[in-house]
């Protein structure tokens, strides 16, 4: 019995960290399309992160040929920009 809640305990921790991030609606997609644009950058797989409360884009192209890591706040303002790896 211990085994058994032991593991549902587990899946249950597994199950949330999974939901920590989503796509974004079409509504902040079309505001993130601006503020990446603002920072000279354009594509990039866009999620919100529920646990850090913040938009992320991953491997945005920006002007200067390389892809960028974006984060921007809950208000669509930027807020980092880190070399994609």
């Known amino acids: 019995m211990r085994v058994l809640l032991a593991s549902l305990f587990l899946l249950a921790i ?5 939901k ?7 509504t902040e997609r079309a505001r993130l399309v601006s503020a990446v644009a603002a920072q000279g950058c354009t594509g990039g797989k866009m999620e ?7 938009f992320e884009v991953d491997s945005a ?4 040929g390389r892809a960028y890591d974006l984060k921007f706040n809950a208000d ?3 807020k980092s920009k880190k070399l994609d790896d």
């Open 20 to 26: 920590a991030d989503r796509a974004v609606t079409d």
């Open 76 to 78: 669509y303002t930027f």
């Open 14 to 18: 597994v199950t949330v960290q999974a």
């Open 61 to 64: 192209s920006c002007s200067d």
């Open 48 to 54: 919100w992160d529920d646990d850090d409360r913040e």
